[in-house]
Nanobody, 118 residues
Framework: QVQFVESGGGLVQPGGSLRLSCAAS???????????MGWYRQAPGKERELVAQ???????DYADSVKGRFTISRDNAKNTVYLQMNGLKAEGTAVYYC?????????WGQGTQVTVSS
């Protein structure tokens, strides 16, 4: 019902930056104008956790661990969400997943690997 194209992951040194992009598509976007798009991450051996999310009217929410370093934004016309990650730390190594929520329905992207290492 929702297709995702995620990009921007890769290997970066501690202190470096990456920008993740996630373009979502599907007919459900025409049915429900209001939605929340977000990024979660899952490190090896850990549970998936919220990184940041943004509503259709640009209300944002961040995990405490990334506040001041990460910025989430979106382009509603393209159903695309971005995550600018600055000051990356080794603990940021994880698979980053894009998602979109419509009322009670939740859809996930396939994930993109981010590795922070020197």
């Amino acid at each position: 019902q929702v297709q995702f194209v995620e990009s921007g992951g890769g290997l970066v040194q501690p202190g470096g930056s990456l920008r993740l992009s996630c373009a979502a598509s599907g007919s459900i976007f025409r049915l429900y104008r209001m939605n929340t798009m977000g990024w979660y991450r899952q490190a090896p051996g850990k549970e998936r956790e919220l990184v940041a999310q943004i509503t259709s009217d640009s209300t944002t929410d961040y995990a405490d661990s990334v506040k001041g370093r990460f910025t989430i934004s979106r382009d509603n016309a393209k159903n695309t969400v971005y995550l600018q990650m600055n000051g990356l730390k080794a603990e940021g190594t994880a698979v980053y997943y894009c998602n979109v929520k419509f009322l009670g329905a939740l859809f996930w992207g396939q994930g993109t690997q981010v590795t922070v290492s020197s």
